[in-house]
């Protein structure tokens, strides 16, 4: 088992910037890679970025491409979401995961991350 723990949220104006954190511990040795969701009031929790631990390959949906950075620190079992540019569609709870034991490959489901935060609010003012 992962346990993860995010901090960073908050709120900001359409334009600027926040920085997400997710600290894991425990079985840390399972991670392939990990990733964040969101889930914006009245609307499913949807996939937003992954890097794969090793390696650091990282996947964004289009949406957010550009505009935010996913990267980690494996001594400090730690990732990151750099959020940049935010707008108010960015609004939402942020849950960082971490895949599946046994799961080795970034798809995006929500059915292959294993161990999940407990979220972290980001709301995003016009």
């Known amino acids: 088992q992962v346990q993860l723990v995010e901090s960073g949220g908050g709120l900001v104006q359409a334009g600027g910037s926040l920085r997400l954190s997710c600290a894991a511990s425990?079985?840390?040795?399972?991670?392939?890679?990990m990733g964040w969701f969101r889930q914006a009031p009245g609307k499913e929790r949807e996939f937003v970025t992954a890097?794969?631990?090793?390696?650091?390959?990282?996947y964004y949906i289009d949406s957010v491409r550009g505009r935010f950075t996913i990267s980690r620190d494996n001594a400090k079992n730690t990732v990151y979401l750099q959020m940049n540019s935010l707008k108010p569609e960015d609004t939402a709870v942020y849950f960082c995961?971490?895949?599946?034991?046994?799961?080795?490959?970034?798809?995006?489901?929500?059915?292959?991350?294993?161990?999940w935060g407990q979220g972290t609010q980001v709301t995003v003012s016009s």
């Open positions: 425990g079985r840390t040795f399972a991670i392939n890679y």
């Open positions: 995961a971490a895949n599946r034991l046994g799961i080795n490959y970034v798809t995006g489901r929500e059915a292959d991350f294993g161990s």
């Open positions: 890097i794969t631990w090793s390696a650091g390959i990282s």
